[in-house]
């Protein structure tokens, strides 16, 4: 079985930095890919970004391609991301979430969760 476990989430001044970390636990084959969703409050989640270890693909969100940054550590199987000029429009829930593959619909494994608070 696969779990996935955030950290570094808190609260941040505007144009402030945070690092999220997400350690898995499991087969490695079982999270070959690793992304990162949100969820504002009233909001649907939304994708933010994701890499694939295989060949350390990634593909971001629109939204946060020029200020966030993904990478991973395949020794210690986790993955980070690295948010800069933090926005309020970024508070949300920041959910870690792992797939075999690039999935057509939901990924197998989340984690808990993580609370970034930007404020003005």
């Known amino acids: 079985q696969v779990q996935l476990v955030e950290s570094g989430g808190g609260l941040v001044q505007a144009g402030g930095s945070l690092r999220l970390s997400c350690a898995a636990s499991g087969r490695s084959f079982l999270t070959d890919v690793m992304a990162w969703f949100r969820q504002a409050p009233g909001k649907e989640r939304e994708f933010v970004v994701r890499?694939?270890?295989?060949?350390?693909?990634?593909y971001y969100a629109d939204s946060v391609k020029d200020r966030f940054s993904i990478s991973r550590d395949n020794v210690k199987n986790t993955v980070y991301l690295q948010m800069n000029g933090l926005k309020p429009e970024d508070t949300a829930v920041y959910y870690c979430?792992?797939?075999?593959?690039?999935?057509?619909?939901?990924?197998?494994?989340w984690g808990q969760g993580t609370q970034v608070t930007v404020s003005s």
């Open positions: 890499i694939r270890r295989s060949d350390d693909s990634t």
């Open positions: 979430a792992g797939h075999p593959f690039v999935p057509t619909s939901q990924y197998n494994y």
